[in-house]
């Protein structure tokens, strides 16, 4: 009986001997595992296949796109899921709000990209609500660092590629941010744009075209930023059998300003596509 | 060596001496409006209206230490499980019921630990107003459930009458501007309960002389969770530019 009260101490949630986590979520976890002699599946690597890997690690087939706008940057996405040229879902949300600053885009392993990015959300609200106060811009982004190292092995594994494309608004500059991931978490932020996904390869020009013909996306309003997106992600559909089209399913289209992460109305998306498909006909 | 009678004797200390520290602590009144559940209390020093999870928000008196201990507990507890099962199974009777009461009550009845001077009122927004839930936690591991709205105040009578004013202006569901003066009024009937004990009620007047006596080296805060919006955080404080038109109406 007294054995047992010990144990309900030991396991209580409140306990003042516990040291508090600095609101790191990580650690929480690492805590929960060694109390419970459980293993998340987010942190049981999966042993590497003695197949070669490269040909898994090019497995990406989407597209994503992220464009910086002025006051903030916009995220637009199709929702074809493949594996192989086998079509599987046509309803996938590879733009998925981290916090309401800050979206990730994804590309490649859904799976696993849906674990880390659960695991995201999850740390960067965390923080904020243990801490009072929200992550800095530069803790989220080494919190993303953090999480695909550690997803390395089963991305070598050849189940686990994923490569996100972070958007931020960023409220010391005022302005949206993007930063895009190598496999290992190396990160690297770009100008105006980033894309990811097979996809992504066949437009790369388009981008350079249009920021050389009408401007940098940064100084431009959100609603032409908007349209050129969405028009560049129907070539790519047009270029790239992986990616799936703005027509018959509404691409998902997300954006970070300082008022927080907003989601484009299917009203506004149909509108751009009417409207892109009537000048083409 | 403890007899049961040592036993007995000393919860009693320990809870009169929670309650009257208990006593002069904020009051904080808990409303479900239209679009979400609000927690109204003045403050004078640091935040009182905290963000637990996606769906729950917390508000507590007594002992800051204590008020922070729970509230952390809290945010760990939601947190971990939001995680390894689902946001979804993160409700506030399992936080509340499971997580918390227990170590409560057993601090509270270990005579070598200190006691938790803390009272704290937990709001769950539901999908529809009929479907919010308050939960208040008591020092000694109780808790209370109710819904559409909920007192947290010093003594037991402060909490009875701001919970009396409650019932009689509250027949339906209000909206946030119809709740704020409401939820002001029954802060300043707490407040006024608390620390002037013998009155069975307090009018309308008297509360907000209450109120306007604090408003002097004290600021209002309220805490909401939006049941329809855009952003992706349900949890916000209202802006004091907001709340300015209701204070100014007071007089």
């Known amino acids: 009986m007294i054995q047992s ?54 497995v990406h087939g989407t597209t994503v796109i992220a464009l910086k706008f002025a006051g903030g940057v916009l995220n637009v996405g199709d929702r074809r899921a493949t594996a192989a040229n086998m079509i599987m879902y046509d309803r996938a949300d590879k733009i998925i709000p981290l916090d ?36 800095s811009m530069d803790g989220k982004l080494q919190e993303v660092s953090r999480a695909l190292s550690a997803n390395l092995p089963n991305a070598l594994g050849g189940i686990g590629l994923f490569i996100p494309i972070l958007s931020a608004y960023d409220p010391n500059t005022d302005s949206g941010r993007i930063f895009f991931y190598d496999v290992s978490g190396a ?35 959100l609603d032409e930023v908007l349209r050129d997106a969405i028009l560049m992600l129907d070539i790519a559909s047009d270029l790239d059998s992986a ?21 484009v109305t299917e009203e506004t998306l149909r509108e751009i596509v009417q409207s892109i498909r009537g000048r083409n006909l | 060596m403890l007899t049961p009678y040592d036993f007995q004797e000393n919860l009693q200390q320990r809870a009169q001496y929670i309650r009257n520290r208990l006593q002069a602590g904020s009051p904080v009144i808990g409303i479900s409006y239209d679009n979400g559940v609000m927690l109204v209390s003045l403050r004078r020093r640091g935040r009182k209206v905290f963000e ?14 204590d008020v922070e201990t729970i509230r952390i507990a809290a945010v760990d507890f939601t947190h971990q499980e939001g995680f390894v099962r689902s946001p979804d199974d993160v409700t506030i009777q399992r936080v509340v019921g499971f997580a918390l009461s227990p170590a409560l009550k057993k601090a509270f009845g270990d005579p070598f630990t200190a006691p938790f ?47 009396d004013y409650l019932s009689q202006q509250l027949s339906g569901v209000p909206s946030f501007e119809t709740a704020i003066p409401i939820a002001l009024t029954a802060w300043g009937i707490a ?61």
Do not use: C, W
């Open chain 2, 191 to 251: 407040r006024h309960s608390a620390t002037q004990e013998d009155e069975e009620s307090v009018s309308e007047s008297v509360a907000r002389d209450a109120l306007r006596e604090v408003l002097g080296d004290a600021s209002v805060e309220v805490g909401i969770l939006e049941r329809e919006t855009l952003r992706e955080n349900r949890f916000r404080l209202v802006p004091s530019e907001q709340l300015e038109p209701f204070l100014r109406r007071l007089g």
């Open chain 1, 243 to 263: 990616t799936g089209g703005v027509d018959k399913i509404l691409p998902t289209a997300r954006y970070a300003t300082r008022e927080g992460v907003f989601t």
């Open chain 1, 187 to 221: 990160r690297f932020e770009t100008q105006e744009y980033g894309a990811a996904g097979s996809g992504s390869e066949r437009i790369r020009g388009i981008f350079d075209y249009i920021t050389r013909t009408r401007g940098p996306f940064s100084q431009r309003p």
């Open chain 2, 117 to 163: 001077v803390f009272r704290g009122l937990f709001a769950e927004l539901g999908a529809a107003p009929d479907r919010d839930l308050f939960y208040t936690l008591n020092y000694d591991g109780e808790f209370l459930q109710n819904s559409a709205y909920a007192v947290l105040a010093g003594t037991a009578l402060a909490e009875e009458n701001a919970l």
């Open chain 1, 100 to 135: 309401d600053h800050t979206l990730i885009a994804i590309a490649g392993a859904y799976g696993r990209a849906m674990e880390v990015v659960r695991y995201l959300r999850h740390a960067f609200k965390y923080y904020a609500r243990n801490q009072l106060q929200p992550m």
């Open chain 1, 5 to 58: 009260r010990h144990d309900a101490t030991d396991n209580a949630v409140v306990s003042k001997m516990n040291p508090t986590t600095a609101g790191d979520f990580f650690q929480l976890l690492q805590a929960y595992q060694a109390r419970t002699g459980t293993t998340l599946p987010l942190f049981a690597p999966t042993p590497a296949s003695t197949a070669p890997a490269h040909e898994a690690l090019e």
């Open chain 2, 52 to 65: 637990i999870y996606d769906r729950l928000i917390f508000a507590g008196i007594g002992n800051q230490s």
